[in-house]
């Protein structure tokens, strides 16, 4: 379809496994965003990329988290040592202008988390 | 530290009901936007202001940016089943940044 996908939909892990989370972006937008929302609450920003660069990191909760993004296309969100507290739905979305300008932003259905 | 903060956090009315959610912080924001999600999906995009004292309507929602930037609301007149969902507020604080961060969302139950 022309929408955001992400995969896996769903990820059961273990405690301390490495886990990648997928994100496609559609095709042309050169901003991409991840978020993380836990059950029932709002979105937690985690990263955004314009282009292949990411300005701004500081939503990683910590250095077990990173993401890139290549060929201003997909873009992968790695977890490193995964532990419970990870367990969430990961979002990404996917502009086709930048959000000062208030471009809209196109969200994936998630990939859910869950870390045993 | 939440930039943006929504209230209330949950609201369960009943049909034909109005109801109005804010959005609040203490940051001026350069644009504001409206978001609704349902289970299982991402948000979805309501409504964007940029303007202070702007206000959008669609249809039967309402959309208010305060004059000073710094908080907005959404009000819902004669609300119906169908606009139960979570509700997000998201903000972008100037113009040399693409973060946009949300808010702590409001989550809306209409009984029939």
Known sequence: GAGVSQSPSNKVTEKGKDVELRCDPISGHTALYWYRQRLGQGLEFLIYFQGNSAPDKSGLPSDRFSAERTGESVSTLTIQRTQQEDSAVYLCASSLSAAWSAGELFFGEGSRLTVL | TQ?????????????????????????????????????????????????????????????QFGDARKDSSLHITAAQPGDTGLYLCAGVQSYNTDKLIFGTGTRLQVFP
């Open chain 2, 3 to 63: 930039l943006l903060e929504q209230s209330p956090q949950f609201l369960s009315i009943q049909e034909g009901e109005n109801l109005t959610v804010y959005c609040n912080s203490s940051s001026v924001f350069s644009s504001l936007q409206w978001y609704r999600q349902e289970p299982g999906e991402g948000p979805v995009l309501l409504v964007t202001v940029v303007t202070g004292g702007e206000v959008k309507k669609l249809k039967r929602l309402t959309f």
